[in-house]
């Protein structure tokens, strides 16, 4: 299928881009990396007047450390993101994730802020920036911004908290915390596939903060012990969740995924 007809717009400029936004109203759509977008537009699920590219916007297209965060702009891609310098050491949880996000080449355009803003429940990045208790930096005209806690911008399948005249112009990704180990899984049914069930772990001496994608209609994020209780915080967490059975697999598997792979994960590693 093609989409629909639509007006395209390439601004410049951050100012440029969110004065088209707020102009258009909810007849804009942002296209940053396609990878999500482009697969709506085509099968016509969604049919926006106007389509703005901020591929070309130069302050988004950033990652730097402000604040003990690592600040991800707006344009970035995935690509970029996992070949900067240290960040297997300053966000670790993000490395480890980011192999798995879709394949090399999707990866080579699709933007990390993208990802947050489609906000599917099973994707990778998204439960990353919930489990490690990330923010989402939004802006209006008038350089008005707005911080949103991750635990509070995703609020359902492909639902957020980003207001029609809002832009999305960097998330915060928690730095390293000493004496925590962060891991991190899934299983899909083939490797670069939404996943099936994921799971992100920061885990300190005594207790681990858990991280579920791809059973609930957001990332859901838990403090369970890590030791004694562990399997049963993971069987009451599993049920929690309220899974459903859908072509992929059925609510009892992904039950089971939660409590086996998450008890593996954090004794394992």
């Known amino acids: 299928m093609k989409p629909a007809a639509f ?4 601004p410049r400029t951050r100012r440029e881009a969110i004065d088209l936004l707020v102009d258009a109203g909810s007849q804009a759509r942002i296209l940053a990396g396609g990878q999500s977008l482009m697969a709506v537009l085509n099968m016509r699920l969604a049919e926006p007047g106007l389509v703005i590219d901020i591929t070309g916007v130069d302050d988004l297209h950033y990652i730097e450390e402000r604040n003990g965060a690592l600040c991800v702009g707006a344009a970035t ?6 070949a900067h310098p240290g960040l297997a050491e300053r966000v ?7 192999p798995w996000v879709g394949h090399f080449q999707t990866r080579n355009r699709g933007t990390v802020c993208g990802s ?3 906000a599917d429940p099973s994707a990778e990045l998204p439960l990353c920036l919930a489990s490690l208790g990330g923010e989402v930096v939004l802006e209006t005209r008038r350089g008005r911004q707005r911080v949103v806690p991750a635990a509070e911008f995703f609020q359902g399948v492909l639902t957020t908290a980003r ?14 915390r000493t004496g925590v180990d962060y891991r991190f899984t899934e299983v899909a049914m083939r490797h670069g596939d939404f ?7 920061a885990l300190d001496p005594d207790q681990v903060r858990l991280g ?9 994020v838990q403090t369970l012990p890590r030791a004694d209780g562990l399997a049963d915080a993971l069987n ?7 899974a459903e059975d859908d072509p992929h697999a059925s609510a009892a598997y992904r039950r089971q995924l939660v409590r086996e792979l998450g008890y593996r994960l954090v004794t394992e590693g």
């Open 92 to 98: 670790p949880l993000v490395a480890r994730a980011l």
């Open 195 to 201: 996943a099936i069930v994921a799971l992100a772990a």
């Open 236 to 242: 009451e967490l599993a049920w929690a969740l309220g």
């Open 77 to 82: 891609r995935q690509a970029e993101l996992a």
């Open 7 to 10: 007006d395209y717009a390439r």
């Open 116 to 118: 947050i803003a489609h």
């Open 212 to 220: 579920v994608g791809g059973v609930a209609d957001r990332p859901v």
């Open 163 to 176: 207001g029609p005249e809002e832009l999305i112009i960097e998330v915060r990704f928690p730095l390293v």
